[in-house]
């Protein structure tokens, strides 16, 4: 008990060690595909899709490797799943251990529950930012064979640092739903419909005419200002930050003001 931050990823170690070589391995394959798309067969095929569609999926330049990773590998693949991870981890940070009566032990012990909290937000962090370096370090690695050349390591860094703040921004959702109900379920539903609904929000809203609506999703300040193009987008990064702490700062008040179910 000494120290939960440890023993939070050494219990979800094997979870953490699938995702990161997942995503990684993800990211680094379908990156590996450019080459073949830079030659123009994707390309033709792309060009069947309706402009609002390819608008959409942000496959407007896919001869550009800043454009084919935005719109593939950034862009749907890797979020896709370094979010699912999020999304779990946040589920099982406080109502996971409460629905399964290991939450009540763990506070018999000399140790409040906003340090408890904050020791699962910090497992969380560290699992995202863990995610975000290898997915980097494999862009890297494909980067010279891949023709990805023209996107410079801080680029890539740029994006790495979006992602790991996306994973943590939904992590944290996840945690705040499971603190302020104890229900695992709740929290899963909670953060999995708000990431279907905002990652619509950002791709569709222009073509409803609800342009406002990107301004409300993550996936718009993960993305939105293209990090592979133009580097780190400092206020967008801040704005998912400034998101991730006013979510934190609820799920501690609600989960010391709640009384547990286990």
């Given at each position: 008990m ?5 023993k ?28 073949q ?11 069947g ?5 390819r608008?959409a ?8 490797a ?7 590998v950034?862009?749907i ?7 699912i ?6 589920t ?11 939450l ?5 012990h ?11 937000f ?5 699992g ?5 370096a290898?997915?980097?370090l ?14 410079t390591?801080?680029?890539f860094?740029a994006q790495?640092?979006?992602?790991a ?6 992590g944290?959702i996840a945690?705040?739903?499971?603190a ?11 953060a999995?419909?708000i990431a279907?609904l905002?990652?619509?929000a ?20 993960y ?6 193009r133009?580097?780190?987008q ?14 934190l700062?609820?799920a501690?008040?609600?989960?010391n003001?709640?009384?547990?179910t286990?």
């Open positions: 000494s120290n939960l931050l440890t939070t990823l050494w219990d979800g170690r094997r979870a953490l060690a699938g995702f990161t070589a997942g995503t990684a391995l993800l990211a680094a394959m379908y990156a590996g595909f450019y080459p798309v830079a030659d123009g067969a994707m390309g033709q095929a792309v060009q899709f309706s402009p609002a569609l608008e999926l942000r496959m407007e330049d896919l001869s550009s800043a454009g084919y990773l935005g719109s593939s950034f862009g693949i890797v979020p896709l799943v370094a979010v991870f999020g999304i779990t981890t946040g099982r940070a406080i109502a996971g251990d409460e629905e399964a009566g290991y009540g032990l763990f506070l018999a000399p140790i409040s529950r906003t340090r408890l909290l904050l020791h699962r910090a497992a969380l962090t560290a995202a930012i863990l995610i975000a290898v997915v980097l494999a862009m890297l690695a494909v980067r010279p064979g891949a023709q990805l050349d023209s996107i390591v801080g680029q860094t790495s640092l979006a992602l703040l996306l994973i943590i921004i939904f944290t945690i705040t739903v499971g302020a109900t104890g229900s695992r379920a709740a929290a899963l539903a909670a999995a419909g279907v905002t990652y619509a950002s791709t569709l809203a222009t073509h409803i005419g609800a342009d406002v609506l990107r301004y409300v999703s993550p996936f718009h300040y993305i939105g200002g293209e990090p592979l133009n580097g780190f400092w206020a967008d990064l801040t704005i998912l930050t400034a998101t991730t702490a006013v979510l700062t609820v501690v008040a609600a989960f003001r709640r009384d547990l286990s």
